[in-house]
């Protein structure tokens, strides 16, 4: 069973930065890519970035180029999310996710399996 695990959320100014940390286990982590999702109170779940199996590709949301980088370490079966140039709209909780066949995707429904999130916030 596939097990996702967030880490590093936590309260922050505007013009901070942040690490989130996620540890997968379950199945070999290096076949398959990854991806961070943030929701805010009353909005959507809307994807932030992914990482194809390897690393070799990234993927960014408009709003977040520039100041935020996805990476992987597939020793260590974990995915990160360095946030820099933190901004009030940046608070949500984060999630990681999974998918078995999309790189890069966009889309919730082709991410098989989500960590249980961890709070950002960032004051003004």
């Known amino acids: 069973q596939v097990q996702l695990v967030e880490s590093g959320g936590g309260l922050v100014q505007a013009g901070d930065s942040l690490r989130l940390s996620c540890a997968a286990s379950g199945r070999t982590f290096n076949r398959y890519p990854m991806g961070w999702f943030r929701q805010a109170p009353g909005k959507e779940r809307e994807f932030v970035a992914a990482?194809?199996?390897?690393?070799?590709?990234?993927y960014y949301a408009d709003s977040v180029k520039g100041r935020f980088t996805i990476s992987r370490d597939n020793a260590k079966n974990t995915v990160y999310l360095q946030m820099n140039s933190l901004k009030p709209e940046d608070t949500a909780v984060y999630y990681c996710?999974?998918?078995?066949?999309?790189?890069?995707?966009?889309?919730?429904?082709?991410?098989?399996?989500w960590g249980q999130g961890t709070q950002v916030t960032v004051s003004s």
């Open positions: 990482v194809s199996s390897s690393g070799g590709h990234t």
């Open positions: 996710a999974q998918s078995t066949y999309y790189s890069g995707s966009h889309s919730i429904s082709e991410y098989d399996y």
